[in-house]
């Protein structure tokens, strides 16, 4: 299923040369790989981030900085997604001692210092020089987000299942517990949170490369946590598909109400939100189920584990 | 690692890779937007067999982003009455004939809510860029200006705006940006030019203090008020930086109190600038003479009372500068607002005006084609006679205006002048 849904995307970019559909299908993929950055983090080792937007802006920084000084795309990234696991360790660390709602609010607190930070120390806007502009398509990184909207899929898989992941999952259940059997709290808490701030980096990078013009501060915006977090509590918390279903939902109905509802689109939303949340606490991929029946909590993880046999890793928040 | 697992990694890898690449395949697939552009004339000797008759659209689809809500709502509520008002003229009028079609046609806004919000700006202008726009029109702010530019460039549709003094976004070699409007090098002379033109020496506000927000927009003009100051014999006694969005200035209007600044230079975001001005009223201190670049352009202003009166303004445009057109638009907002047009509904009236008649002269509503009529531009409207430079930018006189007993007097250039210059103003 996962390889029709990436097969139906990458002919959509080779078919279609619609701006509107294009941009809807960038933002859905650079949101998706946001919010399944976030799901590591969030879902997987229960550590609730809201200052999640900063590593996205870190990596969206360094990248446009690099490659508009003349570095190759892909060494923009890399370094990008370096110098933002690297910060995230040395923030990790101290943060992480945080619990709770306490970590919580310690993370807003970054991502608002940094995001204000940057908007003094980067005033001006950022746009693409002119011979740039003009030779811009968008196929480029139509490509570029669905291939790292797809890359964050099988590393979720891979922690989801792997005894990283695990041991992650073990943490976000009963610290005291998993410590009491060998997982070290403090080691996995770190290792999701650098993780997820990498990928929220190379989502980060997608951004700066996709963007015409947009002012750098723009992307530490806490709007961008917060969109991630709904769209993972959308698809479903804690499962590696519900983050693309959780931004297509999102992206897509955004830009229908805006279109159909004009200024009450906001207020539609939010309702529709509630909605889901409500009624299907475990998010679409749990509307799914109950439609589509099966034990598994996500429908990628239990082709997959259904291939190996196995049934690690399912399970909802 | 399972096989499928493994197959996805591979996919993703190559997709990377492709999508890394100088991008030459991508440019094939996906020129459509260009090609619409260059398209549009027939080629080869086809044309002289059978002429194509071209299907007129039912109007002319200008699409206009302006922020009807948010921190600039103030200003975008002016622009949007001065695009519409100048539509229902043209249209009333008869509209606008294009030659390509031989008819003429009605002139169509499709205007939409940026919430003052450049990244909305952006998504926004990319939406209708995809779909059959003749033109884009800008909203209001140097921020929203300097976020839509780019993409106009991008989409090769050109873009008109007003409301926007930042010059640095004229100097980036774009092709398709007009803004018939002064620019911040204007504002800055004007400044000082209205002050030795107006105030006999010895009554002159030599101690100049300048409050900056931190953006592109304000680094440009605080550095041009210290430089012009400076040449037209003032001095920069304070230069105080800020966040905009910030809420307490307490600290640096205290810090320009013990400066003894004369003359309080600013160019505040609407929100900011009441915020300012309400905090200057409550620590009782105001300096003889107070200019408030985009903050004092929105009506409201005169709801500070006595903290806002005698700030002057710089927006481009009054109605009492009499050139032609301005009666009948003026008689329109009094009708629908009880008052004379507000100043920026003069700037965002003359761009339908300008973009109308380009479209007339091109005959055609392809971009290029309109894009050059609007740089050939020879015409007079309501806000003067406009002729583009090859940057954007139109030689014009800075009209300098100032907030008294609830309106708002024209004071520079004194020919024009509807009321002498109140001063000291505090």
């Known amino acids: 299923m996962w390889l029709s849904i990436l097969g139906v995307a990458v002919a959509l970019g080779v078919v279609t040369d619609d701006q509107r559909i294009m941009t809807i299908a960038i933002q859905t993929y650079i949101l998706a790989a946001l919010a399944s950055s976030w799901n590591i983090l969030g879902g997987f080792a229960g550590q609730i981030s809201l200052g999640h937007a900063a590593f996205f802006g870190l990596g969206a920084l360094v990248t446009r900085e ?56 980067r005033p001006g806007i950022s746009s693409l020089p002119v011979d740039a502009l003009r030779e811009y398509e968008f196929t480029g990184p139509y490509f570029l987000a669905l291939g790292v909207m797809a890359f964050t899929v099988p590393v979720s898989m891979w922690l989801k299942q792997g005894k990283l992941g695990l041991g992650m999952m073990a943490v976000r259940d009963d610290e005291e517990v998993a410590g009491a059997s060998g997982v070290s709290p403090l080691r996995h808490k770190l290792m999701a949170f650098v993780i997820s701030a990498a990928l929220a980096a190379l989502a980060g990078s997608v951004f700066a490369y996709f963007s015409i013009s947009y002012y750098p501060s723009f992307p530490f915006s806490v709007v961008w946590t917060f969109e991630a977090i709904l769209v993972v509590f959308i698809g479903g918390i804690g499962t590696t598909v519900g983050p693309l279903i959780g931004s297509a939902f999102f992206i897509v109905g955004r830009y229908a109400l805006a279109s159909n509802t004009e200024e009450f689109q906001v207020v539609l939303f939010g309702l529709l939100f509630i909605i889901v949340v409500l009624l299907l606490p475990g998010g679409l991929v749990e509307g799914w189920q109950r439609i589509f029946g099966g034990s598994a909590s996500d429908v990628v993880t239990r082709a997959m584990e259904t291939k190996t046999g196995e049934t690690k890793g399912k399970e909802l928040v | 690692m399972s096989k499928r697992t493994l197959l996805v990694l591979l996919a993703v890898v190559a997709m990377v890779l492709a999508a890394c690449g100088d991008g030459e395949e991508g440019a094939d697939t996906t020129g459509a937007g260009a090609a619409t552009t260059t398209t549009a004339e027939p080629v ?21 982003v302006v922020p009807i809500t948010g921190a600039f709502a103030g200003g975008g509520a002016q622009v949007e009455r001065g695009y519409r008002y100048a539509v229902e003229a043209i249209n009333e009028a ?27 700006t952006t998504s926004i202008m990319e939406e209708l860029g995809g779909g059959d ?42 092709r398709y940006y007009f803004s018939p409007f002064p620019k ?6 004007s400044t000082f030019e209205m002050l030795n033109g107006l105030l006999p020496e010895g009554e002159r ?25 400076e040449s037209h014999g003032y ?64 009506p409201t202003w005169n709801d500070l009372g006595p903290a806002g009166e005698g700030v002057l303004f710089s927006a481009g445009w009054h109605p009492a500068l009499g050139f032609p057109g301005i009666e009948p638009m ?36 392809d971009h290029e084609a309109v894009r050059d009529a609007i740089a050939a531009t020879d015409m007079m409207t309501v806000v003067g006679p406009i002729t583009f430079r090859e940057d954007g930018t139109v030689p014009i006189t800075n009209p300098l205006m100032q907030r008294v007993g609830g309106g708002v007097e024209l004071v520079w250039p004194a020919e024009s002048a509807t009321a002498e210059l109140l001063y000291p103003a505090n």
């Open chain 1, 66 to 121: 690099m490659w508009l000084g003349g570095q190759p795309f892909p060494l923009s990234t890399l370094a990008a997604m370096v110098v933002t696991a690297v910060v995230a360790a040395i923030v990790g660390v101290p943060m992480l001692r945080f619990r709770d709602a306490y970590f919580s609010i310690g993370t807003l607190a970054l991502g608002v210092a940094v995001f204000l930070t940057i908007g003094n120390v």
């Open chain 2, 44 to 64: 080869g000797e086809t044309t002289t067999t059978a002429e194509p008759v071209a299907e007129a659209p039912s109007s002319i689809v200008i699409g206009a």
């Open chain 2, 94 to 120: 008869g509209g606008v004939a294009v030659e390509e079609f031989g008819v003429s046609l009605p002139l169509e806004l499709d205007l939409r809510d940026d919430a003052s919000d450049p990244n909305q």
């Open chain 2, 133 to 174: 726009i003749v033109a884009y029109l800008g909203g209001f702010g140097s921020p929203l200006h300097a976020a839509g530019t780019a993409i106009a460039e991008r989409n090769a549709i050109p873009y008109l705006g007003v409301a926007t003094a930042i010059q640095s976004l004229h100097e980036q070699g774009y």
């Open chain 2, 184 to 189: 911040s090098p204007d504002v800055a002379l």
């Open chain 2, 205 to 229: 506000p030599l101690r100049v203090g300048i409050f900056q927000e931190t953006t592109d927009w304000g680094e440009e003009l605080a550095a041009l008020w210290v430089s012009e100051a």
């Open chain 2, 235 to 298: 001095e920069v006694v304070l230069h105080e930086e800020y966040a905009p969005g910030a809420t307490d200035f307490t600290d640096i209007i205290l810090r320009a109190q013990t400066a003894d600044v004369q003359a309080l230079l600013s160019l505040p975001t609407p929100p900011d600038g009441f915020a300012i001005y309400q905090q200057m009223g409550e620590l009782g201190w105001k300096p003889p003479f107070s200019m408030v670049v985009r903050a004092a352009d929105v």
């Open chain 2, 330 to 365: 003026n008689e329109r907002h009094i009708e629908e607002e009880g008052r004379p047009a507000d100043p920026i509904v003069g700037g965002a009236y003359a761009l339908v005006q300008i973009l109308a008649d380009a479209i007339e002269r091109a005959g055609t509503l």
